[in-house]
Each structure stands twice: as C-alpha cells, then as structure tokens.
C-alpha cells in the first residue's frame, strides 16, 4: 500500500530494472539480476545493449526501450556511465534509482563532477536518486532486495520483522545483512544503505521510517548528519514512541578523513553531536556490535516499559553466581544506573527461600537456594523481586548446562511479562545450550546476550527509552 511518500518507489515499486545485469556470475550485475528474478514479485527487466537475455528473461538495450513500464531503477554501472543511464531513466518514465555503482564524490574532482551531473539531471526531471557508492536497500513486506551480493533464497531467509536499519556505508550495510539479518539475531523491517547520499538521505529515511507502521524500532550508523536540525527534529518526534540507536563515526579527525575518503562525508564536533542527540533521546553507542545488540534488544521488545521508581534507573540482578553479581554491579554502576537495596518486604519474602545462614540482598545470589529447593526457587526469588518498587529492570543470570533442559521458562516468562519490567539475561558456562535458553526466553521478548557488558548496555537503552516515554505521558 502506498503512502504517498516518494520513497515508496524506492521500498514498494510495481515494476524493476536492472541497469548492468551481467549472465557473468562473478560480477556483481549478476548477483542483482539473480536476486531479483528470484526474490521480487513484479515485473523485472534486465539491461544490458550485449545481451539478448540473461538467466532466461529478455535483455534490453537501453531503459527507453521499457517506457512506462518501470518504477525503480537499480543502476550498476561504471562511473561514467551513470549520468546517461539517468538521462534514459527519465525519458523512460522512471520515477527512482538506486546507484550503486562507486567512483563518485569519494573519489576526487572528477567524481564530484559526476555526482553534480546526475543531481542536475534529478532536479530538472523529477527523478529520485538514492546513493551512490551503495548496496541499496531491502524492504521484507512488500519483498525487494537490492544488494549486489547473492543471497539465495532471500525473501524465505528473511522473515518480516520490526526492526529498521539505515547504514551510510553500502559495504557495512550489506554486512549487516549477511552476518545478522539472514542467521536469524533480529528481523528487520526496512535495512538501508544510503552511501553518498546526493539525493535520500538519513534525515529523510529517517522520517520515512518513523512514519513506516511496520518499522518499530531504527539502528543506524552514520559518518556525517548534514542537516542536524532536520534530524534532530525526527529524532525528538520519535523519542518514547520509536527506540532510535545511533552510532556515529568520525569522532575524531582520522576518523573523519577515513569517512571522506570512502564516502564523501565530513563529520561534525563530536561533542556538539553528542549533547544533541542525547537531548533528542537517542541512545548513542560507539561500537558496530553494540549497534546489533541494541537492534536485537529493541526487535524483541521495541514497546516502553512500566517504571516503578522515581528515577527510573533501578536494577537487580538475579544470580547463579556471586562473583557475576560483584561485576554486574560495578558495571551498571558505570553505566549510570543504580543497584538499589530491595524493600523490607521483599528481603523478608526472600528470607523464608534463603537458607538460613544467607541473608538475600541485591545482587540476589540464588545459588545456595537451588541447592536447597531446586530451579523452582527461580520464579519464586523473581517474583519477589519483580514486586519491589524500587526495581524497575532485573539482569538474570543463569548457568548453561544439562539442567537448562529443566528450567522453568513458562513460568519465568510469564512473571516477566506480566509484571511489565525491562529484562535481559547472560548466560554463561556449557554454550552448547545457549541456542536452547535464548531461543525460549527469545518467545517473550527477553534477549540473551554471552557477554554481561551487553545486558548492561541493552537495559540501560531499555531504561532511557522507557524514562523517555514516561516524560511523554507526564
């Protein structure tokens, strides 16, 4: 269904061209053409004045030989070619391209000159350009995949979900795709890889996105924020109503240099960029993997949670292991949040679980009572735990062995979600088992992470994002 939005031609076009479809399957033409016959749903047309027809389907000479027949144009061309082929575009009745041929403003003058021809050409005639130096764009619903890497069987491999991610870096984005879309860590909505961004930018995906009703959640890692304010403004009219987890590159002047030499983007202060964006209610993190953890955490949960104390920031861990309660401590702490003593009514609940010789407390070290009772104590000890006003997220942290096979996820899950309150888990020890833990705390929205900084991070998003929501409603 179409939204009006001229990004719609981009995202759910009737009718594709391939410009640069190769029947070579070592160039990447091929890989673009292979994917779409497969994958998209419509009509797809192949280009390419040496061919006669590629994989079976009828090549044409030029896009004017498909006039009125086409809405999105996904150009793979060289360089020097690409101003004519949206020359053709135009007169064709095409109303999008996607370039994502290289060799543009990245790479000097002569590709600064190319890129003001093809925004010549965008201005005069009407067309949208979206790139260049890219690997374009994956909508799951309706299904159109544009990288240029094969990825067999896309549209079965990649299940719809809620999760929306914009890229500045093709290379990067395409990478998202491959090492965490397609193994099943999150599903996404929209994934976009905006590159030069002469035309679409972040600012306008941005907007696109946070309008898009199947897109509950955005990550996204960018080298430069040309307009700021148009950005910020997105960003502070997704803040409590759309999770929105930045990673900016180019912190420092190496950093920026390597941005401009690969997609022409200069970086702002980095300390402006920081103030802004946590005043807008971005989460801003620093690292590529903590980017997909938060993707990961926000897909399974993207709705704000219910906070019981006054600051929002209080945190109890539920522990197998001392020692992992000592640490989880000191790094949430860190981060900001507070690890608060339970409520006398809780320690007393706890105290009639607890042997007697072990006073509970937060960090609460449920070990000796599993010894005691058994794994039942676990939704006993949370229950209790969750009930406390003082707590409004829990970090659980169980061991991985045999006796997973016996954990009591029904009941876990269901105090969990009942109770409203952000949870996250690490899970530590025989990892054969981790698939099996995660996979069943995955069905109510708990993510399971094999490193404790992770939790951290992911409920301390949870937490800003739910205080944001909170100051909405107040």
């Known amino acids: 269904m179409r939204s009006g939005n001229t990004l719609d031609y981009f995202f759910s076009p009737r009718s594709v061209a391939v410009v640069g479809a190769s029947a070579d399957q070592t160039k990447g033409g091929y890989n673009l053409i292979a994917n779409m016959l497969e994958s998209f749903s419509g009509p797809v047309y192949p280009v390419n004045p040496g061919r006669e027809e590629i994989l079976g389907v009828k090549c044409y000479p030029s896009v004017r030989d498909l006039a009125g027949k086409v809405e999105l144009a996904i150009v793979f061309v060289p360089a020097a070619a690409v101003p004519g082929v949206l020359e053709d575009c135009a007169a064709a009745g095409v109303k999008a391209a996607v370039i994502e041929s290289g060799g543009f403003a990245e790479v000097g003058e002569k590709g600064k000159e190319l890129t003001e021809r093809c925004l010549e050409i965008a201005s005069r005639t009407g067309l949208r350009l979206w790139g260049p130096n890219c690997t374009g ?46 193994s099943g860590f999150f599903q996404v909505s929209k994934a976009c890889a905006i590159g030069n961004k002469i035309d679409v930018d972040e600012v306008e995906v941005l907007d696109y996105l946070s309008r898009d009703p199947r897109t509950r959640a955005v990550v996204a890692y960018l080298e430069s924020i040309e307009r700021g304010r148009d950005f910020l403004e997105v960003a502070r009219g997704m803040r409590g109503r759309k999770p929105l987890a930045v990673l900016k590159g180019g912190r420092y002047e190496e950093a920026a240099r390597a941005a401009l030499s690969h997609t022409a983007s200069l970086a702002g202060s980095d300390e402006v960029v920081d103030g802004a964006l946590r005043q807008a209610g971005v989460v801003r993190v620093h690292d590529f993997h903590d980017l997909m953890n938060l993707g990961k955490a926000f897909s399974l949960h993207p709705e704000p949670f219910r906070l019981n104390s006054p600051r929002g920031d209080g945190v109890a861990v539920v522990t197998v292991t001392g020692g992992g309660g000592v640490v989880s401590t000191d790094m949430l702490r860190e981060s900001g949040l507070s690890v608060p003593a339970l409520e006398k009514r809780t320690l007393e609940a706890l105290s009639g679980i607890f042997p007697e010789w072990m006073p509970p407390s937060n960090p609460v070290d449920i070990w000796p009572a599993v010894e005691k009772r058994g794994l039942t104590v676990f939704p006993e000890v949370l229950r209790h735990v969750l009930d406390d006003a003082r707590v409004d997220g829990v970090i659980l942290l169980p061991f991985a062995s045999r006796l997973l096979e016996y954990f009591p996820f029904e009941e876990v899950g269901r105090l969990i979600r009942e109770s409203g309150k952000a949870a996250v888990s690490w899970v530590f020890g025989d990892l054969r088992f981790f698939g099996h833990y995660e996979e069943r705390l995955r069905e109510f929205g708990i993510p399971v992470y094999t490193d404790l900084r992770s939790c951290v991070l992911a409920l301390r998003a949870y937490l800003q994002y739910s205080r944001a929501a909170r100051g909405n409603r107040d």
Do not use: C, W
Request: no cysteine.
């Open 137 to 182: 764009l994956v909508n799951t619903d309706p299904f159109i995949f544009t990288p240029f890497m094969r990825a067999p069987k896309a549209h079965e491999r990649l299940k719809p979900g809620n999760l929306g991610i914009i890229a500045q870096s093709g290379m990067l984005a395409a990478g998202f795709m491959f090492q965490y879309v397609l």
